[in-house]
Structures are given as structure tokens and as C-alpha cells.
Nanobody
Framework: VQLQASGGGLVQAGGSLRLSCAAS????????VAWFRQGAGKEREFVVA???????SSADSVKGRFTIARDNAKNTVYLQMNTLKPEDTAVYYC????????????????????WGQGTLVTVSS
């Protein structure tokens, strides 16, 4: 799967952004798609994921603020980010893994075969 992330930008704290991850290639609807992020000087970390059947998993740091959704007809996954905080500043990457990943592996980078190029989100205080 080839992935293209977009939608990043500069926003004030408390604001919102919506990221998009457009896919092409193998059957996208059968993939688990996740968003990871990497802040300056930090390791890449799991943010949120949606399985092929629609179930989602989120990191505690974004629960209640970030929502992931998919439109299989458009081969696109969306990340709606609300109530953004300066600590959300990072490059956000979308990634696709085969099948519906189980909870113990959905947060793990090696579970994902394909990665997009990343889009920068900057939240000012």
C-alpha cells in the first residue's frame, strides 16, 4: 500500500485539525491503519488506529480529543484532532498493517508494513 498523509499545519492551542491518509495499492479495506507521531528528539509513538472492521484503539494521551475514521470507498483514513495542546506538536505518520491487528500489537511499529511520508503539526501556546 502506498500512503499519502496530508492536512498538517500550524494551529493555536485548543484548536482543531483534520489529517488525511490516502491509500493506493492492495485492498485497503482489509488493513489496519494507524497514526503515529514523532516529536523533535523523541521516538515515534502510537497515537490511534482503526481496524478493518472499524474498531479503534487510542493512546491515553489523546483519548477524548482525537478520533479516527475511515472511508473505504475513498481509500482514505481521517484523524480529527480537537483540543490540541503544544505537546501534540510532531510529525504525524500514517501506517498500514495487514488484517485486523490485535490489541497487543496494534501499538507496535513493526506491525505495520507501509508508511506515509509524514505531515507536520505545530501547536502554538
Amino acid at each position: 500500500v502506498q500512503l499519502q498523509a496530508s492536512g498538517g499545519g500550524l494551529v493555536q492551542a485548543g484548536g482543531s485539525l483534520r489529517l488525511s491518509c490516502a491509500a493506493s495499492g492492495r485492498t485497503f479495506s482489509r488493513s489496519t491503519v494507524a497514526w503515529f507521531r514523532q516529536g523533535a528528539g523523541k521516538e515515534r509513538e502510537f497515537v490511534v488506529a482503526i481496524r478493518s472492521h472499524g474498531a479503534t484503539s487510542s493512546a491515553d494521551s489523546v483519548k477524548g480529543r482525537f478520533t479516527i475514521a475511515r472511508d473505504n470507498a475513498k481509500n482514505t483514513v481521517y484523524l480529527q484532532m480537537n483540543t490540541l495542546k503544544p505537546e501534540d506538536t510532531a510529525v504525524y505518520y500514517c501506517a498500514a498493517g495487514r488484517g485486523s491487528l490485535i490489541s497487543s500489537s496494534i501499538w507496535s511499529l513493526p506491525s505495520y508494513d507501509d508508511w506515509g511520508q509524514g505531515t507536520l503539526v505545530t501547536v502554538s501556546s
